[in-house]
């Protein structure tokens, strides 16, 4: 069984280093195939996909937020952790990390999704 | 980027009724749309994955159809716990893009 749960701050202050971890249990980000990747809503609003990681360590990322995001794992710990620097008002959200499918015909679909994790962004 | 354009926003609808949703891609994704069912507070949940394959647990009367640009979700007859949020979501090519959502409501 897949789980994912996300654990960080649940205020930062702007301009400040937000670091969010994503712990899972249920496969492995050493696999081949396997991805994890994070997402985030707004309060109201719809989602919008960050960034992913894949078993080979390669990376993609929004192109909005590029130059703010990192994306890293340690597949030792069954973690992957985001990072987004310079923190604004607008980046409050609750931050979701998800496991993508990626077998043929999967449609690459987030299929299992943590619980989230809520972010206030505020001095 | 492709743009993802979901509608209706919103839908009133009774239980036992059918309803269709529909994403307009900018752009053809092939068979790579996915949909979402999101309660309030709740993280989202896979329903539908490569556009018409039914997510293992879900219930029969969600389908999807479609290709290339128009995608749609369609409920066959709406149930009590149905009426919440569902959000398309392409996964053609990165960056992912996702719909703006469709509220479902109880008229």
């Known amino acids: 069984q897949i789980t994912l749960k996300e654990s960080g701050p649940t205020l930062v202050k702007p301009t400040q280093t937000l670091t969010l971890t994503c712990t899972f249990s249920g496969f492995s980000l050493s696999t081949s195939g396997v991805v994890v990747g994070w997402i985030r809503q707004p309060p109201g609003k719809a989602l919008e996909w960050l960034a992913l990681?894949?078993?080979?360590?390669?990376?993609r990322y929004s192109p909005s937020l590029k130059s703010r995001v990192t994306i890293t794992k340690d597949t030792s710990k069954n973690q992957v952790v985001l990072t987004m620097t310079n923190m604004d008002p607008v980046d409050t959200a609750t931050y979701y990390c998800a496991h993508r499918r990626s077998s043929l015909g999967s449609g690459n679909a987030f299929d299992i999704w943590g619980q989230g994790t809520v972010v206030t962004v505020s001095s | 980027d492709i743009q993802m354009t979901q509608s209706p926003s919103s839908l009133s609808a009774s239980v036992g009724d059918r309803v269709t949703i529909t994403c307009r891609a900018s752009?053809?994704?092939?068979?790579?749309l996915n949909w979402y069912q999101q309660k309030p507070g709740k993280a989202p949940k896979l329903l539908i994955y490569?556009?018409?394959s039914l997510q293992s647990g879900v219930p029969s009367r969600f389908s999807g159809s479609g290709s290339g640009t128009e995608l749609t979700l369609t409920i066959s007859s709406l149930q009590p716990e149905d009426f919440v949020t569902y959000y398309c979501q392409q996964s053609y090519t990165t960056p992912y893009t996702f719909g703006q959502g469709t509220k479902l409501e109880i008229k």
């Open positions: 490569a556009t018409s």
């Open positions: 990681i894949y078993w080979n360590d390669d990376k």
């Open positions: 752009q053809s994704i092939s068979s790579y």
